[in-house]
């Protein structure tokens, strides 16, 4: 078989082999709920769908496997840019995960968290559309309603500081106030976040689930809900697209920018 046709992405137009792009390593925190692994899986299959030219990978920061030093030992020397499948900054993204880096033979760049970005809120408000969110609300019902804006919970400040600026862009697309709440780590409470909204006049409240997955805290979470309880965030498309976004951003910056979409916010890039 022809050495061009079989592999064309690894030839140039004169002849000369072309380098492998970086790999692209997912790096999921790891849970012991089966479906936080199914759901994980299927996001890389939705990365390879959208990327065959990418060699793409996994690795978790504990619990399940494969580990990330393991994944990064079986890369040896290669290149590779490391995706946090997180939600925010904290200690994982600014400890764990770059340690774990450094020690290994790869030669390896990390990419900021997820958050914040308008894609996960493309994701968070189709996620509330499906539980029962309208999509068109008048005068009376923004006054009456609210979003309880779910998340983990951490003692960093960078990652509530994150997590409030998700809170306000799903505000600004939603029309009515949106309020962070953790599951642990920090605080509000959601049952906190409730009752305060509650007091102020606010009688339909729904929770969001920042949550990549379904999982213990999600579901808590969700049962607290006084209205409408979205599902966490799963493998919605948009979450594909920005770990795809998340990986360029390192590995080809220029493209990314080039190919930001029109409601991109450089200030919460990083």
Same mark, same amino acid.
């Given at each position: 078989?022809?050495?061009?046709?079989?592999?064309?992405?690894?030839?140039?137009?004169? *002849?000369?082999?072309?380098?492998?792009?970086? #790999?692209? +390593? $997912?790096? /999921?925190? =790891? &849970? @012991? %709920? !089966?479906?936080?692994?199914?759901?994980?899986?299927?996001?890389?299959?939705?990365?390879?769908?959208?990327?065959?030219?990418?060699?793409?990978?996994?690795?978790?920061?504990?619990?399940?496997?494969?580990?990330?030093?393991?994944?990064?030992?079986?890369?040896?020397?290669?290149?590779?840019?490391?995706?946090?499948?997180?939600?925010?900054?904290?200690?994982?993204?600014?400890?764990?995960?770059?340690?774990?880096?450094?020690?290994?033979?790869?030669?390896?760049?990390?990419?900021?968290?997820?958050?914040?970005?308008?894609?996960?809120?493309?994701?968070?408000?189709?996620?509330?559309?499906?539980?029962?969110?309208?999509?068109?609300? *008048?005068?009376?019902?923004?006054?009456?309603? #609210?979003? +309880? $804006?779910? /998340?983990? =919970? &951490? @003692? %960093? !400040?960078?990652?509530?500081?994150?997590?409030?600026?998700?809170?306000?862009?799903?505000?600004?697309?939603?029309?009515?106030?949106?309020?962070?709440?953790?599951?642990?780590?920090?605080?509000?409470?959601?049952?906190?976040?409730?009752?305060?909204?509650?007091?102020?006049?606010?009688?339909?409240?729904?929770?969001?689930?920042?949550?990549?997955?379904?999982?213990?805290?999600?579901?808590?979470?969700?049962?607290?809900?006084?209205?409408?309880?979205?599902?966490?965030?799963?493998?919605?498309?948009?979450?594909?697209?920005?770990?795809?976004?998340?990986?360029?951003?390192?590995?080809?910056?220029?493209?990314?920018?080039?190919?930001?979409?029109?409601?991109?916010?450089?200030?919460? #890039?990083?």
């Amino acid at each position: 078989m022809n050495r061009i046709s079989s592999q064309p992405r690894l030839v140039s137009l004169d *002849d000369r082999r072309r380098a492998e792009p970086p #790999a692209l +390593v $997912l790096v /999921a925190h =790891g &849970s @012991r %709920d !089966p479906r936080t692994l199914k759901t994980v899986h299927e996001l890389l299959d939705q990365v390879r769908a959208q990327r065959p030219d990418l060699p793409v990978r996994l690795g978790h920061i504990e619990l399940n496997e494969p580990l990330l030093p393991d994944t990064l030992a079986k890369l040896g020397d290669a290149e590779a840019v490391l995706v946090p499948l997180l939600l925010s900054r904290g200690y994982h993204v600014k400890r764990d995960i770059p340690e774990m880096a450094a020690a290994s033979p790869a030669r390896t760049r990390v990419a900021a968290p997820l958050g914040p970005h308008p894609f996960l809120v493309d994701t968070l408000h189709a996620r509330l559309v499906e539980a029962g969110w309208p999509t068109r609300t *008048d005068e009376e019902m923004r006054r009456e309603s #609210a979003v +309880v $804006l779910a /998340a983990a =919970g &951490s @003692r %960093d !400040p960078e990652s509530a500081l994150d997590i409030r600026r998700t809170a306000k862009l799903l505000a600004d697309r939603l029309g009515v106030p949106v309020v962070p709440a953790y599951a642990s780590a920090a605080t509000p409470t959601v049952d906190t976040a409730i009752r305060a909204l509650t007091a102020r006049g606010r009688h339909r409240i729904a929770v969001a689930s920042y949550f990549t997955a379904p999982g213990l805290f999600a579901r808590q979470c969700a049962q607290k809900a006084p209205w409408v309880a979205a599902a966490p965030l799963g493998t919605h498309p948009a979450m594909a697209d920005l770990i795809i976004h998340r990986y360029d951003q390192v590995a080809h910056p220029r493209g990314a920018e080039t190919c930001a979409t029109s409601h991109e916010l450089p200030a919460l #890039a990083g």
